[in-house]
C-alpha cells in the first residue's frame, strides 16, 4: 500500500494527490483511442464513420494536452479533501 498523505494543515489524511503518472496515462490511453476510432472511421465509409473520424481527432488532441500537462509537471500536487489546504506532498514530511 502506498504512503499515507497526510494534510500538514489539518492533520486529516483525506487528501487527493494531482500525480503526473495519472496524466501519462490518461493521455496516453486518450490518443490511442483516438488513433483506433480515427481508423475506424477511415474504414467505416459512411455517416458513423464521419463521426468516429471526429471523435478521433477530439480524443487525439485531448490525449496531445494531457501529455504536455505530463510533461510540464513537474511538482505533485495535493488537496486536503477535509480543509481544501493546497500543498506538495514530501516536503511537509516530518513537520
Ligand atoms: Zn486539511
Same mark, same amino acid.
Given at each position: 500500500m502506498a504512503n499515507q498523505i497526510q494534510c500538514? *494543515?489539518?492533520? *486529516?489524511?483525506k487528501v487527493k494527490v494531482d500525480d503526473r503518472t495519472r496524466k501519462w496515462r490518461l493521455g496516453i490511453s486518450m490518443t490511442l483511442l483516438g488513433a483506433a476510432l480515427y481508423y475506424l472511421g477511415y474504414l467505416w465509409q459512411s455517416a458513423i464513420g464521419g463521426f468516429s473520424l471526429l471523435f478521433g481527432v477530439c480524443f487525439f488532441a485531448l490525449g496531445i494536452v494531457f501529455i504536455l500537462l505530463a510533461l510540464t509537471h513537474k511538482v505533485d500536487k495535493a488537496t486536503c479533501k477535509s480543509c481544501g489546504f493546497k500543498f506538495t506532498p514530501g516536503l511537509a514530511d516530518n513537520g
Amino acid at each position: 500500500m502506498a504512503n499515507q498523505i497526510q494534510c500538514p *494543515s489539518c492533520k *486529516s489524511f483525506k487528501v487527493k494527490v494531482d500525480d503526473r503518472t495519472r496524466k501519462w496515462r490518461l493521455g496516453i490511453s486518450m490518443t490511442l483511442l483516438g488513433a483506433a476510432l480515427y481508423y475506424l472511421g477511415y474504414l467505416w465509409q459512411s455517416a458513423i464513420g464521419g463521426f468516429s473520424l471526429l471523435f478521433g481527432v477530439c480524443f487525439f488532441a485531448l490525449g496531445i494536452v494531457f501529455i504536455l500537462l505530463a510533461l510540464t509537471h513537474k511538482v505533485d500536487k495535493a488537496t486536503c479533501k477535509s480543509c481544501g489546504f493546497k500543498f506538495t506532498p514530501g516536503l511537509a514530511d516530518n513537520g
